[in-house]
């Protein structure tokens, strides 16, 4: 078999001056189309987590009858009104009927100053407890944190990212630890010191700061301090809370240690509004992972964030979107 050996002159190893400027380009026009890429792929994360509707929200419940949702439907049917999401529940045990309906406001013919008072004069003959919603207001949420960054992380790339359509005004914070995490974004950081000694002065000064900031709704991203029923009571159903335990188990401090210490084959996270009782708030989401008896306290620590990260996510997905109705300690979700 005949062997072939390939030799190239030195000199024509060097690129001439023409294929050199050929391959800047080249180089150039792919470095431009990834960078177009990467702007335009933002851009339709942002567009496609904004209603491309202008749209009204109604969340109702009431004692269940014949009619509720006819009623509802007509209202909306009769002031030129499209249905764009329309979803319902009745708890059979307590007989209580529950609706989340979204309408289009374009061509809708009552503006929207009217649409509450109009539409107290369906709901009161039903005795409906309800809220109105509407797309182009963007809800304020002011962050509680603590020294855990991996809730507040996923938050702020959420936030930052455009996956959610809510405004940040402040992060509050009993220690200094995230100030730098938190400057990095922008969003002016609030240090409030809790000790056993001040702790009235210091919810004093937090509730203070949020009479100023004015927000829809507070969040506590791993914030480790037990709020008053004074300061609950401002936020009535306004105020989502993360704990690292699959609820109603492990109230209180340290659930990963006595999950360990019980042998648990699965751990979870539970994301609730906070109430007066500890851990006790109605539950928004929940989710699971399992662990078995290789896996240290260390192990279940490091399972469990990802999964407070996703749970707390969600429910302040639901919150955002309007989907949340609360009744008996109990929510239920639609939409």
Not at 79 to 86: A, D, F
Request: proline share 4%.
């Amino acid at each position: 078999m005949k062997s072939y050996q390939t030799f190239t002159h030195p000199q024509l190893l060097e690129k001439p001056p023409v294929l050199k400027g050929v391959l800047s380009l080249f180089l150039s026009l792919i470095m431009y189309n990834a960078i177009r890429l990467c702007y335009f792929s933002l851009e339709q994360t942002r567009t496609m987590n904004q209603s491309p509707f202008h749209s009204a929200v109604l969340l109702i419940s009431c004692p269940d009858r014949q009619g509720l949702v006819a009623a509802v439907t007509a209202f909306i049917a009769r002031h030129n009104g499209n249905i764009l999401h329309l979803d319902q529940h009745v708890d059979a045990a307590e007989n209580v009927f529950f609706m989340r309906v979204e309408w289009e406001l374009g061509g809708f013919t009552l503006d929207a100053a009217a649409i509450a008072p109009a539409f107290e004069q369906v709901a009161a003959p039903f005795a409906m407890t309800w809220e109105l919603h509407f797309s182009d207001q963007i809800p304020r949420m002011v962050v509680f944190v603590s020294k855990e960054a991996h809730c507040l992380y996923d938050i702020l790339y959420r936030w930052q990212s455009g996956e959610w359509r809510v405004n940040i005004p402040a992060i509050v914070s009993n220690h200094p630890d995230l100030g730098d995490l938190v400057g990095k974004f922008g969003i002016p950081y609030h240090v409030i010191s809790v000790n056993k000694e001040d702790k009235r002065e210091a919810e004093a000064a937090q509730l203070a700061l949020l009479e100023q900031l004015q927000p829809d709704f507070v969040v506590l991203a791993r914030y480790m301090q037990i709020l008053s029923e004074t300061f609950v009571a401002n936020f009535a159903n306004r105020i989502i809370n993360i704990h690292h335990s699959f609820l109603p188990a492990f109230v209180g401090a340290k659930p990963y240690h006595r999950a360990h210490g019980r042998g648990v084959k699965i751990i979870g996270a539970s994301s609730h509004y906070v109430t007066a009782e500890l851990d006790a708030g109605p539950i928004i989401e929940q989710d699971v992972v399992r662990v078995n008896h290789r896996d240290s306290v260390d192990d279940l620590i490091r399972k469990g964030k990802d999964v407070e990260k996703l749970v707390l996510s969600r429910a302040i997905r639901y919150h955002l979107n309007h989907q949340v109705l609360v009744y008996n300690n109990k929510t239920v979700i639609l939409g």
